[in-house]
């Protein structure tokens, strides 16, 4: 597998390399050269393979002879160790609940995956692994669970202060071992923009083996792709052969892998970019003027990104097309008010508990239906967090129903430990440098 940098596409690097320099010096990100069409005769018989089965394939497909079929296959079994389920909430409207796994986010296919290509890659001896990532709200749990214990590597995860839920904030801050974290004075975006500038760094790059877990790393993408491809086979079973797909979209990396996999050969009718107030994308979409803005905080905190770093990615994708990317892509912005009404109408009318960021893709749906009535296709939203994160948004008759999973009471009697900094990129590199 062979990729360029989005700045600069006769930049060639092998997926090796990509997966641990993350981001290229000139602040592109990698692509790969060629995305191949998966067989025909898999896709066309796609509903008799199991998650792995699909993840191999589709992994294989695109990393061509980077890592030896047996070696792929038993990384896939390890990570892709639990099941994402589309569940039915009506004849045509289905939940693509992905907060199966050990972080309770969709996170844990990318974070769990990206981890063992790079102790798979990692060899004895060789110095020191440091991973930055930036996080929102899920993407560091997800990354603390991945990573934790694995040898070699080290990880320093950045959030913003007060944005993260308090079960968010233990899953970064209670794991010790080779994680650490820093609570930055800022919002995501100043978290995502001290990563970024360590990558760019000469001084830190001399002295360190620094590589990123965000979803700027190719390797957290491409396992995204597999539940697209496992949802699609899920419907395909039960006789449902069109589908769109609403996604809630923050970094818009989960949208870009849903977009590469319809470029490997996915059947998808069209994707919804579904996001909270920070509505870069939607405002683009409609105006053909992009202009990011700093972030604001909401309900779905995952998603309070102002400068999605995936969307250079799904542009590329559509060779900067515009138009022809909007032949696909349609996106739509939603308050707290309306994320809370919709909270409570999928328990009214569908019976089912939904954190804010999944209920902002389920009014996504709700939309499109009523500016598209002749479609009818069957509409998938992406659940991508469980709802338990978020205790304090819920009304308190339908906070009452959520389950608490077992491994969040378990966190409540670790201690926790973050190192705090301002949004200062000298204090960042200093913090770096001295411990």
Same mark, same amino acid.
């Given at each position: ?28 990100l ?12 898999? +896709? ?19 990393l ?68 930055l ?5 899920d ?13 070699n590597?080290?990880?320093?995860i950045?959030?913003?202060e007060?944005?993260?839920?308090p ?6 801050t ?5 994680? %650490? ?22 001084? /830190? ?10 979803? +700027?790393?190719?390797s %957290? /993408? ?35 892998a ?22 870069t ?15 604001s ?38 308050t707290d008010?309306?994320t809370?009404?919709? +909270?409570?109408d /999928?328990?009214q009318?569908?019976?089912?508990v939904?954190?804010?960021?999944t ?40 906070a ?10 378990? /966190?409540?009697s ?8 301002e ?13």
């Amino acid at each position: 597998m062979i990729l360029y940098s989005t700045n600069n596409k006769d930049l060639r690097v092998s997926f090796k390399e990509a997966v641990f320099n993350s981001m290229p010096q000139d602040k592109g990100l990698y692509m790969p050269l060629e995305i191949p069409q998966l067989d025909a005769d898999f +896709i066309q018989n796609i509903e008799q393979y199991s998650l792995p089965e699909i993840a191999y394939q589709v992994a294989s497909t695109l990393l061509k002879d980077e890592i030896p079929a047996a070696d792929l296959q038993a990384l896939i079994n390890d990570a892709i160790n639990f099941e994402a389920p589309a569940v039915k909430l009506d004849n045509k409207t289905f939940v693509l609940e992905l907060f199966h796994g050990p972080s309770l986010a969709f996170k844990d296919f990318g974070a769990r995956f990206m981890s063992r290509v790079m102790a798979y890659f990692l060899k004895d001896g060789e110095q020191l692994l440091d991973v930055l990532v930036a996080t929102s709200g899920d993407t560091g749990g997800a990354v603390a669970l991945g990573f934790l214990g694995v040898p070699n590597t080290r990880v320093t995860i950045l959030y913003p202060e007060g944005k993260v839920s308090p079960i968010q904030e233990l899953q970064l801050t209670t794991n010790g071992s080779n994680i %650490r974290a820093i609570e930055v004075k800022g919002t995501f975006d100043d978290c995502q923009t001290l990563v970024k500038q360590a990558f760019a760094d000469e001084e /830190l790059n001399a002295k360190f083996r620094l590589t990123s877990a965000n979803s +700027i790393n190719i390797s %957290r /993408l491409i396992p995204q792709t597999f539940y697209y491809f496992n949802t699609y086979a899920q419907l395909k079973r039960q006789g449902l052969n069109e589908l769109v797909f609403a996604v809630p979209s923050g970094n818009f990396g989960n949208i870009g892998a849903g977009l590469l996999a319809y470029k490997l050969g996915l059947p998808v009718k069209q994707f919804i970019a579904a996001t909270n107030i920070n509505d870069t994308v939607p405002r683009f979409l409609e105006s053909g003027i992009y202009q990011t803005r700093p972030s604001s905080q909401t309900y779905s905190n995952a998603m309070d990104v102002g400068a999605p770093s995936n969307w250079i990615r799904i542009m590329d994708l559509f060779d900067q097309d515009v138009d022809q990317l909007k032949n696909v892509v349609t996106s739509y912005r939603f308050t707290d008010d309306e994320t809370l009404e919709g +909270i409570i109408d /999928l328990d009214q009318k569908l019976n089912y508990v939904a954190c804010p960021h999944t209920a902002i893709a389920y009014l996504a749906v709700e939309k499109y239906r009523k500016e598209n009535l002749a479609d009818n296709s069957a509409a998938v939203f992406l659940s991508t967090a469980h709802a338990c994160k978020f205790p304090d948004i819920f009304p308190a008759d339908i906070a009452a129903k959520i389950d608490i999973p077992s491994q969040v009471t378990a /966190l409540e009697s670790l201690p926790k430990h973050a190192d705090q900094l301002e949004a200062d990129f000298d204090g960042f590199k200093r913090y770096l440098l001295n411990n």
